[in-house]
C-alpha cells in the first residue's frame, strides 16, 4: 500500500517544489499521514512545527494547508525531519518522525551526499548518486506508512498564536518595519539592521 495521492496532486506538489527528491518524497508522505491525524488546515486551524527546513517542508506546506506566511508552519531547525501537528479545535498534537531507514545510513549513501555537495562525483558517480536517490524516493512512496514513520506525543506545547502586528518606519533607513520587531537606539525607533550598524544613514 503506497501513497493514497493522484497523479495530478504530485505533480503539483513538484511544481510547487522544483524538483523531484527523496526529501520531497518524505514530506509528501509524512503529510499524509498528518492528514489522517489531524486534517487539513482549510478545515479547521492546524499548527505545525517543523525540525528542519529541508526539502520535506515544501510537501508539507503544500498538502497540510500549513504554510509559513501563515503563520502556522513554524520551522525550529534543529536539523531533523520531524513534524509536530497541533489541532487547535480539540487540542489533539501529534509529533510525527521518520524511521530510521538503514539505506540512508550506509557509508555508500554518505559518502556520495559529501561529495555531492563538495562537488567531486564523477559522471559515473553522478549517475550511481542519482540512481540511489531515485530509488530511495521510490521506496517512499511505495511504502506502509507505518513503516515509514512513528507517531508520538509532541515535546512542546502549542506556540502561541503571532497575529499580524501594526508596522511603522524605521528613524534610520525609512523602511516600514513590524513595530515588535524594532529596536530604541538613543530614543530613534530603527529596524534591526540599522540598530546593528548603530551608524544613522541619510
Ligand atoms: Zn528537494
Ligand atoms: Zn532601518
Given amino acids: 500500500m503506497g501513497t493514497a495521492l493522484n497523479q495530478k496532486t504530485l505533480e503539483a506538489v513538484v511544481a510547487f517544489h522544483g524538483h523531484w527528491c527523496p526529501g520531497l518524497a518524505m514530506g509528501v ?6 492528514l489522517c491525524e489531524v486534517g487539513h488546515c482549510g478545515d479547521e486551524e492546524i499548527v505545525a512545527v517543523a525540525e528542519s527546513d529541508n526539502c520535506a517542508v515544501d510537501a508539507v506546506q503544500f498538502l497540510t494547508g500549513c504554510t509559513v506566511g501563515k503563520g502556522n508552519l513554524i520551522i525550529r531547525n534543529v536539523g531533523k525531519t520531524a513534524f509536530s501537528f497541533y489541532r487547535r479545535r480539540d487540542g489533539k498534537a501529534v509529533r510525527i518522525v521518520p524511521r530510521p531507514q538503514p539505506e540512508e545510513q550506509s557509508d555508500a549513501y554518505r559518502v556520495f551526499q559529501v561529495r555531492s555537495n563538495a562537488g567531486t562525483l564523477s559522471d559515473d558517480e553522478r549517475r550511481a548518486f542519482a540512481e540511489l536517490r531515485d530509488g530511495r524516493a521510490r521506496a517512499l512512496m511505495e511504502a ?12 512542546f506545547d502549542a506556540p502561541p498564536h503571532a497575529p499580524m502586528e501594526p508596522s511603522r518606519l524605521c528613524e534610520a533607513c525609512g523602511e516600514k518595519v513590524m513595530e515588535t520587531k524594532m529596536r530604541l537606539h538613543r530614543g530613534r525607533a530603527l529596524c534591526q539592521d540599522c540598530f546593528a550598524n548603530r551608524v544613522p544613514r541619510s
Fill in 144 to 155: 506502509d506508512l507505518e513503516s515509514l514513520f512513528l507517531v508520538g506525543p509532541v515535546l
Fill in 29 to 34: 508522505r509524512l503529510a499524509e499521514l498528518a
